[in-house]
Structure formats: structure tokens, C-alpha cells
């Protein structure tokens, strides 16, 4: 089976408002341009200089989303061209996201990424560290870092109903802010959750974005 027919066959099993990020970290350019080829236009990175080179080589209406953890230091490398970033999990990164976007003239949609999984490694936030950013005085100041969602990621587990109660928590964590806080916006829409081993339950939970790797792409070989 080629890339074209992976990625048709994820289309084809999810919704219209799901949008699919082919996630092609650590593949060279040629594989994505074979996903490109077949009309996918939308690929998650998650290091940034990984991103910039690919952004660079690559065709220009590609949208460039980075999904893995930044650092406050290298926003300013993709802050003139990407189009989502998946992964923010604290105010000063929001703010210097907003710094870099506003030096480019642009607005940069963002998601706050959760922390639902049981693992202690995973990046993200809890629901009150969340509500204390939103009701931070300063995010009146912040125009050009916009929040359009949220992120998480599940246990790596074989254990599919774990894994099921922890979509149901991001899910019930986006349902609570969009009712207290972005009953009006409707740019907050985006529940990013699924992956290769999980977006079928992803998606009966209400995911919006899937990120997707393995499935499409193949095994990714031991970054050193
Ligand atoms: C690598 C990665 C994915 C994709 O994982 P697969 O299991 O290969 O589909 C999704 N989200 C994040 C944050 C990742 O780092």
C-alpha cells in the first residue's frame, strides 16, 4: 500500500470537521512530497529546526504544525510561517508566541495542550493552571497568539478503555472553557487528540485533529 492509499483510507473513517495532520517527523522531504503529490497539504513536525528545513524545502502551501514541546527560545524560528502550534503549555510561551507573531504581522492559532495521560513525562497542563491563564489579566494584551483548543495525548497503553476515559476528560475539559470562556469565539473549536494505536477512539470521543504518524508514514527508525 503507497502513502495516497494510507491516507485515504484515515480519511474515509473520519468525520468532515476532522482535519488529518500527517505527522512526518523524521522522514526526509521525498516522503513528503509523495503524501503531497496525492493532495494532503497539512504535516505536524515536532522539532523545531526539523520544521524550518522541511518548511524551507518544500512546497510554500503546505501548513506547517508543530506538535512536540517548544521552547520559548525557538518561537521565533517558525513564528513566520506556521500555521498551528499544538503544544503550548504555559503563559510565557503564549506570550512569546504572541511577541513573534505580532513582529510578523500574523496571528498564530494555538492549542493548550493537556496533560491526560497518567504518565509523568507528558508536557501539559491541568484544567485550574489552565483557568488561571484565561483569567490572567494580562491575556487581554495577547491579540496575535490566538486559542483555538485543545491538545493531549493518552497512555501508552493496550488498555483501550484507559485510554477512552482520558479523550472523555480532554473532551469534558474543552466542553467546560468553551462554555465558560468561548461560548462566543468560534475560532475555539479544535479537540486534538489521536494517534496511530488510538484515533478510532479519538474520533468516537469527539477529536477534531487527528496526528498521525506510523499509520501513514511506516516506522519511524531510532532518532540518536
Ligand atoms: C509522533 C507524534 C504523533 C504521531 O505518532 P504516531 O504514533 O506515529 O501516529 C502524534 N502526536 C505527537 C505529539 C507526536 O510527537
Same mark, same amino acid.
Given at each position: 500500500?503507497?502513502?495516497?492509499?494510507?491516507?485515504?483510507?484515515?480519511?474515509?473513517?473520519?468525520?468532515?470537521?476532522?482535519?488529518?495532520?500527517?505527522?512526518?517527523?523524521?522522514?526526509?522531504? %521525498?516522503? *513528503?512530497?509523495?503524501?503531497?503529490?496525492?493532495?494532503?497539504? /497539512?504535516? &505536524?513536525?515536532?522539532?523545531?529546526? !526539523?520544521?524550518?528545513?522541511?518548511?524551507?524545502?518544500?512546497?510554500?502551501?503546505?501548513?506547517?504544525?508543530?506538535?512536540?514541546?517548544?521552547?520559548?527560545?525557538?518561537?521565533?524560528?517558525?513564528?513566520?510561517?506556521?500555521?498551528?502550534?499544538?503544544?503550548?503549555?504555559?503563559?510565557?510561551?503564549?506570550?512569546?508566541?504572541?511577541?513573534?507573531?505580532?513582529?510578523?504581522?500574523?496571528?498564530?492559532?494555538?492549542?493548550?495542550?493537556?496533560?491526560?495521560?497518567?504518565?509523568?513525562?507528558?508536557?501539559?497542563?491541568?484544567?485550574?493552571?489552565?483557568?488561571?491563564?484565561?483569567?490572567?489579566? %494580562?491575556? *487581554?494584551?495577547?491579540?496575535?497568539?490566538?486559542?483555538?483548543? /485543545?491538545? &493531549?495525548?493518552?497512555?501508552?497503553? !493496550?488498555?483501550?478503555?484507559?485510554?477512552?476515559?482520558?479523550?472523555?476528560?480532554?473532551?469534558?475539559?474543552?466542553?467546560?472553557?468553551?462554555?465558560?470562556?468561548?461560548?462566543?469565539?468560534?475560532?475555539?473549536?479544535?479537540?486534538?487528540?489521536?494517534?496511530?494505536?488510538?484515533?478510532?477512539?479519538?474520533?468516537?470521543?469527539?477529536?477534531?485533529?487527528?496526528?498521525?504518524?506510523?499509520?501513514?508514514?511506516?516506522?519511524?527508525?531510532?532518532?540518536?
Amino acid at each position: 500500500m503507497d502513502i495516497c492509499e494510507r491516507i485515504n483510507i484515515i480519511d474515509k473513517q473520519t468525520p468532515d470537521y476532522t482535519t488529518l495532520v500527517a505527522v512526518s517527523k523524521t522522514h526526509p522531504v %521525498e516522503t *513528503i512530497t509523495d503524501a503531497y503529490k496525492c493532495g494532503h497539504k /497539512v504535516f &505536524g513536525e515536532n522539532k523545531v529546526q !526539523e520544521l524550518v528545513a522541511k518548511y524551507e524545502a518544500l512546497p510554500k502551501d503546505i501548513q506547517w504544525h508543530m506538535i512536540g514541546h517548544l521552547q520559548r527560545n525557538k518561537v521565533k524560528y517558525i513564528a513566520p510561517f506556521v500555521s498551528l502550534i499544538h503544544s503550548v503549555d504555559s503563559f510565557k510561551l503564549l506570550r512569546e508566541i504572541d511577541k513573534h507573531a505580532k513582529n510578523n504581522n500574523r496571528v498564530i492559532p494555538c492549542l493548550l495542550q493537556f496533560h491526560i495521560a497518567e504518565e509523568e513525562t507528558k508536557f501539559g497542563f491541568d484544567l485550574e493552571e489552565v483557568c488561571q491563564i484565561i483569567e490572567n489579566k %494580562e491575556l *487581554i494584551a495577547i491579540k496575535n497568539a490566538n486559542i483555538v483548543g /485543545v491538545m &493531549g495525548m493518552a497512555s501508552f497503553t !493496550e488498555d483501550t478503555n484507559k485510554i477512552r476515559n482520558e479523550f472523555k476528560i480532554l473532551k469534558k475539559y474543552f466542553d467546560r472553557l468553551k462554555e465558560r470562556y468561548f461560548f462566543d469565539n468560534d475560532d475555539f473549536k479544535e479537540i486534538s487528540m489521536g494517534m496511530t494505536n488510538d484515533w478510532q477512539i479519538a474520533i468516537e470521543e469527539g477529536s477534531t485533529m487527528l496526528r498521525i504518524g506510523t499509520s501513514i508514514f511506516g516506522l519511524r527508525s531510532c532518532a540518536l
